[in-house]
């Protein structure tokens, strides 16, 4: 059986930890968009879909890979959502 190489262990630990983040992310994005709703009630803002993108893209702005794989999803899924609406 033929060893690895250091550059192909590296490639698979990197697609194996991009894995994790995604489906990290897609389990967080609930809690983005409902920590979203909540600033922009506390705040006494009008709640739109694009009050909520906006709030989710600033929360998404963060070093924390799950936290900005949440938001993304977030995103998508607000945007997803609208669309549907607006059929």
Not at 13 to 25: D, H, I, Q, S
């Amino acid at each position: 059986m033929a060893r690895k190489t250091p550059e192909q262990l590296a490639r698979e630990f990197e697609g194996r930890k991009a894995k994790g983040l995604a489906k990290g992310g897609a389990a967080y994005w609930p809690n983005v968009l409902a920590n979203a709703v909540l600033k922009l009630a506390a705040s006494g803002a009008t709640i739109s879909v694009a009050a909520l993108a906006e709030r989710v893209t600033l929360d998404g702005n963060v070093a924390d890979p799950v936290v900005k794989a949440g938001a993304e999803e977030a995103l998508a899924r607000l945007k997803q959502a609208a669309a549907r609406a607006a059929e």
